[in-house]
T-cell receptor
């Protein structure tokens, strides 16, 4: 199993640009989540999904969209990038009531 | 707002000493998880303890859970320089559908 994969690993955007961060898992996990981590901080939940076709907002959803058309994929879209969205983004997946597995992260810089 | 709060926020000890970190939370849980993050890296799962468990061991790690006090502790015995990292507790919430993190405890083990 590849586990949780994220692409790209690094990205630089200009203010106002849009992009999609990709996340995929091959463990048939129902739950998937996106987090952001700012320097010296913990992880803050952006959006999460409990299954294909079902998504919900986390703690900091503004400026981000998600969709879950398949069990495997959970892309995160930045609609109009802002410098405040400079962060490291982690995707995670898990089964109900079980351990979360994290991807390696995407380091995003918005100029 | 984040559900878990770690204490202390920073801890510096000598190699060979024990390190204890605490996590307090606000709502009822079905499990609690501890993770480690080395600087600039992703999160590594350490231990999941379920609400009907009081203590769990994994190598040099010992986790306790007191649901009446809504708190958990992570003990690392005989610490090594390689244990230097940030440690986070993760709390299920929102009907256990989402998992949120505290800001973490930054542990420094001095050789």
């Amino acid at each position: 199993n590849a586990g949780v994969t994220q692409t790209p690993k690094f990205q630089v955007l200009k203010t106002g640009q849009s992009m999609t961060l990709q996340c995929a898992q091959d463990m048939n996990h129902e739950y998937m989540s996106w987090y952001r981590q700012d320097p010296g901080m913990g992880l803050r939940l952006i959006h999460y999904s409990v299954g294909a076709g079902i998504t919900d907002q986390g703690e900091v959803p503004n400026g981000y969209n998600v969709s879950r058309s398949t069990t495997e994929d959970f892309p995160l879209r930045l609609l109009s990038a802002a410098p405040s969205q400079t962060s490291v983004y982690f995707c995670a997946s898990r089964r109900v009531g079980d351990t979360q597995y994290f991807g390696p992260g995407t380091r995003l810089t918005v100029l | 707002s984040q559900q878990g709060e770690e204490d202390p926020q920073a801890l510096s000890i000598q190699e060979g000493e024990n390190a204890t970190m605490n996590c307090s939370y606000k709502t009822s849980i079905n499990n609690l998880q501890w993770y480690r993050q080395n600087s600039g890296r992703g999160l590594v799962h350490l231990i999941l303890i379920r609400s009907n468990e009081r203590e769990k061991h994994s190598g040099r790690l010992r986790v306790t859970l007191d649901t009446s006090k809504k708190s958990s502790s992570l003990l690392i015995t005989a610490s090594r320089a390689a244990d230097t990292a940030s440690y986070f507790c993760a709390i299920p919430s929102g009907g256990y559908q989402k998992v949120t993190f505290g800001i973490g405890t930054k542990l420094q083990v001095i050789p």
